[in-house]
């Protein structure tokens, strides 16, 4: 079975441009959350969505923004880009949120 | 607030021989879970090992055992005999499952850990 996909694998963008991220869950996993890690540190949570609900929200600004869709893919937005936002954005999934979370290979974004 | 503590920034180990990575946590909540993950310069994260807070024997995943001692707050995980393909950085992680919201995953800063020959 295919495992969790994410894309674009990398992107450039400047200061100020807006960047959408997607992710693709296993197959039969309507759990999907969102991490961004800043090179040298563990991931940080910004968003995980069930069923198309919103479950919880980390430390982030609004900003940023995520949506889970019928088919439970999701898309993470990111509006105003700065500098700070450049980082790996992982997305993971599982079955029910209290599971344990699989991970797919990331996007690399660079802000310049 | 959770937090999770990995104190070695980096670990050696010789090919074939077993590493304890440390792992402690901070928490007040009685039903947690805490995780391993294994994440390769490649960036992505690999699931390891699952330990849950009421789980009364340390979780086993083939050359992956976890070392639970609760009173101590701490879970470290053992790699036995080392291979070349086990340098990454690793990280632990908590998550709560007493909640009706998410379960968001607590990393650590993780262990870069490199398997010499």
């Known amino acids: 079975d295919a495992g969790v996909t994410q894309s674009p694998t990398h992107l450039i963008k400047t200061r100020g441009q807006h960047v959408t991220l997607r992710c693709s869950p296993i197959?039969?996993?309507?759990?999907v959350s969102w991490y961004q890690q800043v090179l040298g540190q563990g991931p940080q949570f910004i968003f995980q969505y069930y069923e198309k609900e919103e479950r919880g929200r980390g430390n982030f600004p609004d900003r940023f923004s995520a949506r889970q869709f019928p088919n439970y893919s999701s898309e993470l937005n990111v509006n105003a880009l700065l500098l700070g936002d450049s980082a790996l954005y992982l997305c993971?999934?599982?079955?029910?949120?209290?599971?344990?979370?699989?991970f797919g290979p990331g996007t690399r974004l660079l802000v310049l | 607030a959770q937090k999770i503590t990995q104190t070695q920034p980096g670990m050696f180990v010789q090919e074939k021989e077993a590493v304890t990575l440390d792992c402690t946590y901070d928490t007040s909540d009685p039903s947690y879970g805490l995780f391993w993950y294994k994440q390769p310069s490649s960036g992505e994260m690999i699931f390891l090992i699952y330990q849950g807070s009421y789980d009364q024997q340390n979780a086993t995943e083939g050359r992956y055992s976890l070392n639970f001692q609760k009173a101590r707050k701490s879970a470290n995980l053992v790699i036995s005999a080392s291979q070349l393909g086990d340098s990454a950085m690793y990280f632990c992680a908590m998550s709560f499952f007493n909640t009706g919201t998410a379960s968001k995953l607590t990393f650590g800063t993780g262990t870069r850990l490199q398997v010499t020959l």
């Open positions: 993971a999934s599982n079955f029910y949120t209290k599971e344990t979370q699989y």
């Open positions: 197959s039969g996993h309507k759990s």
